[in-house]
């Protein structure tokens, strides 16, 4: 089946470094792919839509200056947080949408294995 | 507006049925999903229904779908151990086609 893989799947960085996190579809071209963040004990918040060779799509409240996406092939999205401090520490999910073979059929959402981030 | 809601925790002995429900606001959701999520891992798509289906039965997966009242329910059959994770409940809604909408995931746990 699909598969998203996340890399790193951790990374503890100092406080005003920044962090890169890739995501990336592995038998399958994704032209959308996600970044969610999720808290403890919390759902998943959507932060950006990305898409290939285009801006990506960032959700109300998130700082694009911040949170740096770029999807610059069919299989590769990554994001960036710039400047981190320690109240960026979170698990950040990738997930990529495999195209629909028909109109009638689900294009499903894979998700990576997620990246915990720990900024001291 | 899109509101996905689930109760947050549910303990089920082995071997018993769990059922996991979440209701959602918006009626023009085209797919509802469920996602399993393990400690420290991503979510693994473990089954989706179409908005005109009823119910969908996968294994030991059931799912419900009463489209009246907006609820979603997923059964699970002869609950294990490998069972527990964070189960999240998901819509697609039309009005945003490339986005899907989570619930805040209900913890199923088991106990012997």
């Known amino acids: 089946g699909a598969v998203v893989s996340q890399h790193p799947s951790w990374v503890i960085c100092k406080s005003g470094t920044s962090v890169k996190i890739e995501c990336r579809s592995l038998d399958f071209q994704a032209t959308t792919m996600f970044w969610y963040r999720q808290f403890p004990k919390q759902s998943l918040m959507l932060m950006a839509t990305?898409?290939?060779?285009?801006?990506?799509?960032?959700e109300q409240g998130v700082e694009k200056d911040k949170f740096l996406i770029n999807h610059a092939s069919l299989t590769l999205s990554t994001l960036t947080v710039t400047s981190a401090h320690p109240e960026d520490s979170s698990f950040y999910i990738c997930?990529?949408?495999?195209?629909?073979?028909?109109?009638?059929?689900?294009?499903?959402?894979?998700f990576g294995n997620g990246t915990r981030l720990t900024v001291t | 507006g899109e509101d996905v809601e689930q109760s947050l925790f549910l303990s089920v002995r082995e071997g018993d049925s769990s059922v996991i429900n979440c209701t959602y606001t918006d009626s023009s959701s085209t797919y509802l999903y469920w996602y399993k999520q393990e400690p420290g891992a991503g979510l693994q798509l473990l089954t989706y229904?179409?908005?005109?289906?009823d119910m969908k039965q996968d294994q030991r997966l059931t799912v419900l779908l009463n489209k009246k009242d907006k609820h979603l329910s997923l059964r699970i059959a002869d609950t294990q151990t490998g069972d527990s994770a964070i189960y999240f409940c998901?819509?697609?809604?039309?009005?945003?086609?490339?986005?899907?909408?989570f619930g805040s995931g209900t913890r199923l746990s088991i106990r012997p």
């Open positions: 229904i179409f908005s005109n289906m």
């Open positions: 990305s898409n290939e060779g285009s801006k990506a799509t960032y």
């Open positions: 997930s990529a949408r495999e195209p629909a073979r028909d109109i009638i059929t689900n294009s499903p959402l894979h």
């Open positions: 998901a819509e697609r809604p039309i009005s945003s086609a490339s986005k899907i909408i």
